[in-house]
């Protein structure tokens, strides 16, 4: 399985952009990179997911590089409820599976 | 809401006790995951089932097992409880194995141990 490497926390201004990273150095061809966040101790909520190219839905954007060894979570206007830890998971090409790593902490401040 | 269903939402047992966690999944989806969260860790990948059939499998102990019935609910079996089992328990499902479809998560039943 494909591992994962996320800053531990950030801090975002309540309004801006925040901006997630995630290396993903060993994704195979046809892994997909999937983001999920995790409110307290509520279950993880999907965002999004991509392959190669770039992604936007109603939730945020997604920025996957050529080379496909990293990607970027765009939340284009933070408020306070985006307060919540973001896992970026490369998701299993062979069982589905989605394996959690640590995550960034995203903290939004007023 | 997600659509995934997981009962009960809480349970409070005694050490060395046997539980049952049921998880529904969204309409049409055939793959079921189990997850355990223990207080401040992260999600810990258990088990995995896929229209009845077992086809993944993490750190899941020998004490625990799981199944995924016809109607394509499962249930999560933890027996000879320890205190150390006290954990958040998640279940999530998709639609299908492969990468580029949804998965979506459950609230979880919180496992106390006592």
């Known amino acids: 399985d494909a591992k994962t490497t996320q800053p531990t926390s950030m801090d975002c201004a309540e309004g801006r952009a925040a901006n997630l990273p995630c290396n993903h150095s060993?994704?195979?061809?046809?892994?997909?990179v999937y983001w999920y966040r995790q409110i307290h101790s509520q279950g993880p909520q999907y965002i999004i997911h991509g392959l190669k190219n770039n992604e936007t839905n109603e939730m945020a954007s997604l920025i996957i590089t050529e080379d496909r060894k990293s990607s970027t979570l765009i939340l284009p206007h933070a408020t306070l409820r985006d307060t919540a830890v973001y896992y970026c998971?490369?998701?299993?090409?062979?069982?589905?599976?989605?394996?959690f790593g640590q995550g960034t902490t995203l903290q939004v401040k007023p | 809401d997600s659509g995934v269903t997981q009962t009960p939402k809480h349970l409070i047992t005694a050490t060395g006790q046997r539980v049952t966690l049921r998880c529904s999944p969204r309409s049409g989806d055939l793959s079921v995951y189990w997850y355990q969260q223990s207080l401040d860790q992260g999600l810990q990948f258990l088990i995995q089932y896929y229209n009845g059939e077992e086809r993944a499998k993490g750190n899941i102990l020998e004490r625990f097992s799981a199944q995924q019935f016809p109607d394509l609910h499962s249930e999560l079996n933890l027996s000879s409880l320890e205190l150390g089992d006290s954990a958040l328990y998640f279940c999530a499902s998709s639609v299908a194995l492969e990468g580029g479809t949804e998965a979506f998560f459950g609230q979880g039943t919180r496992l106390t141990v006592v």
């Open positions: 998971i490369v998701r299993s090409s062979n069982t589905g599976k989605l394996i």
């Open positions: 060993t994704i195979s061809g046809n892994e997909y």
